[in-house]
Every structure is written in C-alpha cells, then in structure tokens.
C-alpha cells in the first residue's frame, strides 16, 4: 500500500501563489510517476499536472505557465508550485499515483482564490 499526504493550500488572493507538497510512504518502488488533480465543486475531478520518475511533466492547458510540479526523491515528496492564481483555481487538490494497483489518491487540501 501507498500513502499519500497533502498539505499546503490555504485562502490567497488572486494573483497570489501557494505551494502544494505531496508526501507519499509504504510500497513507493512501484510508482511511475505522480500527479496532481483537482475537483470545483459542482464539477468533476479534472487532470493538472504530472511528474515522471525520470522528472518528465505534463500540465493541464489551463494550467501551463502559471504551474510549476517538482519533487524531491530523497524525501518521496511531490510540489505543486501554484502562481498567479485565479479564482478558477478554487478546488480541492488531490495527489495521486501512477503505475499502481490499485491508484492511490491523497485526502485532498482545499485551495481557495477569493478577495
């Protein structure tokens, strides 16, 4: 089994940044690479970012140039460096996992753009 932890969002204001951290532990050798997804309420689940284990990353369009997702393989930990945010941006945020079975997914942290 793998978990994952989230943490980092918060209430900013547009145009502002947060980072998101996504700390993983347990059975990790079988992880492929890691992502980011996000749910708005009233919508559904959709893709942001992901990160290969040979550090390859891929971004939603709505995403691109404002995004940045990183890791750090000694601490097993995922960053979602969110800037210019917008109010679009409010979501809760999930980590997950790919080249898993089954796909694991974090508890979420509640990101939050409002003036």
């Known amino acids: 089994q793998v978990q994952l932890v989230e943490s980092g969002g918060g209430l900013v204001q547009p145009g502002g940044s947060l980072r998101l951290s996504c700390a993983a532990s347990?059975?990790?050798?079988?992880?492929?690479?890691m992502g980011w997804y996000r749910q708005a309420p009233g919508k559904q689940r959709e893709f942001v970012a992901l990160?290969?284990?040979?550090?390859?990353?891929n971004y939603a369009d709505s995403v691109k140039g404002r995004f940045t997702i990183s890791r750090d393989s000694a601490k097993n930990t995922v960053y979602l460096q969110m800037n210019s945010l917008k109010p679009e941006d409010t979501a809760v945020y999930y980590c997950?996992?790919?080249?898993?079975?089954?796909?694991?997914w974090g508890q979420g942290t509640q990101v939050t753009v409002s003036s």
């Open positions: 997950n996992t790919y080249g898993t079975v089954p796909t694991y």
């Open positions: 347990g059975s990790i050798s079988s992880i492929t690479a």
């Open positions: 990160i290969s284990r040979v550090g390859n990353t």
